[in-house]
């Protein structure tokens, strides 16, 4: 069993920057992959990035690609995304999630753990 919380979410202008992190209990954390999803108001969780066990892998939604970096710290069990020249369409409920086969995943559906979120919001 893990127990995903973010933090670092809030209210941002255009082009700023937001660090989020995900703080993982367990100490089965490091044979994890971890995602980073987001919901919008009316729309569908979709994927971020993602990171494998061994930090060997990263994937980006073309979305994001160039803007965000997401990296892992298996001593301390946490998982990063930082959020660079953030637009008003990345405004979402910002969840991070666990694979327990280690694996880094655009698919939901391969996600086995999830956390409850964190708000961020980019204004224009």
């Known amino acids: 069993q893990v127990q995903l919380v973010e933090s670092g979410g809030g209210l941002v202008q255009a082009g700023g920057s937001l660090r989020l992190s995900c703080a993982a209990s367990?100490?089965?954390?490091?044979?994890?992959?971890m995602g980073w999803f987001r919901q919008a108001p009316g729309k569908e969780r979709e994927f971020v990035a993602a990171?494998?066990?061994?930090?060997?892998?990263?994937i980006y939604a073309d979305s994001v690609m160039g803007r965000f970096t997401i990296s892992r710290d298996n001593a301390k069990n946490t998982v990063d995304l930082q959020m660079n020249s953030l637009k008003p369409e990345d405004t979402a409920v910002y969840y991070c999630?666990?694979?327990?086969?280690?694996?880094?995943?655009?698919?939901?559906?391969?996600?086995?753990?999830w956390g409850q979120g964190t708000q961020v919001t980019v204004s224009s």
């Open positions: 367990g100490r089965t954390f490091r044979s994890y992959g």
């Open positions: 990171i494998s066990w061994s930090a060997g892998n990263t």
């Open positions: 999630a666990a694979d327990r086969w280690g694996r880094a995943s655009v698919f939901l559906s391969n996600y086995d753990y």
